[in-house]
């Protein structure tokens, strides 16, 4: 089993930061990617950042130069800088792990969300 948990959600006026954070855990074998993706109310979900077990990143059109993807291998986890942060922005943010369990099982796991409230 391999759990994934989101934090560091909030309220931050325009123009703001957060840092978000995705812990995996469990039992993990190898993590392909940790991926952010993000829902609005009314929208569909939008993906924000991913990062490779080589580490490469790839974001969204709307963040990127505003938000920034990075991991803790030794922690399996992944953090989400989020810069000049922008009313649109508003949204339930949501990590998903997806790799091999010690088992050689494949998993694709979703944690709970956090919300990010961006105020004008």
């Known amino acids: 089993h391999v759990h994934v948990v989101e934090s560091g959600g909030g309220l931050v006026q325009a123009c703001g930061s957060l840092r978000l954070s995705c812990a995996a855990s469990?039992?993990?074998?190898?993590?392909?990617?940790m991926v952010w993706y993000r829902q609005a109310p009314g929208k569909q979900r939008e993906l924000v950042a991913t990062?490779?077990?080589?580490?490469?990143?790839n974001y969204g059109d709307s963040v990127k130069g505003r938000f920034t993807i990075s991991r803790d291998n030794a922690t399996d986890t992944v953090y989400l800088q989020m810069n000049h942060l922008k009313p649109e922005d508003t949204a339930v943010y949501y990590c998903n792990a997806w790799g091999l369990t010690t088992g050689s099982a494949t998993y694709s796991n979703w944690g709970q969300g956090t919300q990010v409230t961006v105020s004008s």
């Open positions: 990062i490779t077990g080589g580490g490469h990143t």
């Open positions: 469990g039992r993990i074998f190898m993590i392909n990617a």
